[in-house]
């Protein structure tokens, strides 16, 4: 893993701090003035004072920019080390990668056993109007031929089986057959892994899951370094209509202060219960990226800044999973994660994913991880 991040410097913030965990406390908040609050309210306005000639100097219009969104893209430009564009969720940042940046004839890469909304929107919508998708499982996407494809979207940790990729050797391979890689951060936000830094030309988040961390906002944002695909995916926000109101905006600015503090106590807590669930007898399989069984373990300590707070076990049987959703009384069923409390459900229900009738996803949260333990163990009982 690599180190702590009390050590990770970045460089492109006015702040004066170097670790990351401090940068998220401060990003985007106003500069100090006398009497002014440390963070401005949510700026609720559809049209704004224009007169003479249009400039790019000053606010224009709700749907092409608004100073709550500028407070946040900027904190989040500072910990991606690009530049950020919000969406009201993280589908509509995914869909704004995939539809500014490709064309009729082109190829996206995408993953077979991922997300499965990303697929979805790709082979429903993106195939009418002549793009081509292939579906390809996470660990042989880095054996692919590059060559023919334009846009590679891959997820790592995947989801919901935490398969990594080394984001830095694909990247090389990608950029040398001239293919964009896009990488969804969602399960670890720009404070576990920096796409940006590890060679890809998009990062891309569900601000929905632990960015906001309060199970109140659907969110999202896209960070790039390059200005021609900054533009080319701020224009579709402009011109699709696909942004996020004022009051959402602020909420998840607010939220992302605290994504530091939060995480510790989720990843701590991560790494203590998949210990013990790695040791249960009535657990087949168990993945997490900080167990050094995990097939994922090596690449993770290269790139991760912590393993996340997601765990994905196997208990057999439907039922079985079904009974311990059911006996748990501190983990709440439910189908997101990154939240504050505890989460879990067993994935095969949606029909969407390829996974065992028994596999739970388990999103651990902020509670003491002696109370979740016991009661683990007595759902598991």
Known sequence: MLEKQDSDTTSNTSSSATSLGTKVVHAGVNKAQQGSPFMQGPTFASTFHLSGEVDNDHHQYARFHNPTWDALEQGLGELEQGKAIIFPSGMAAGAAVMTALVEAGDTILLQSDGYYATRAYAETFLQKFGVTILAVPTLEIPNQDFSKIKLAFIETPSNPLLDVINIQELAEKIHAAGCLLAIDNTTLTPLGQQPLLLGADISMCSDTKALNGHSDVVFGHVATQREDLFDAMQLWRKLSGNIPGPMETWLVHRGLASLDMRLERMVNNAQVVAEY?????????????????????????????????????????????????????????????????????????????DVSAGLIRLSIGCERVGDLLLDIEQALS
Not at 313 to 342: C, P, R, V
Request: glycine share 8%; charged share 25%.
């Open 277 to 353: 669930l790695e040791k249960h007898s009535k657990v087949k399989m168990i993945r997490y990226p900080g167990l050094k069984s995990d097939p994922s373990h090596e690449v993770a300590c290269q790139q991760m800044h912590h393993f996340g707070f997601i765990i994905s076990f196997d208990l057999g049987e439907k039922e079985n999973a079904d009974q311990f959703l059911q006996n748990a009384q501190m983990i709440f069923e439910a189908t997101s994660f990154g939240g504050m409390h505890t989460m879990a459900e067993r994935r095969a229900r949606w029909g969407t994913d």
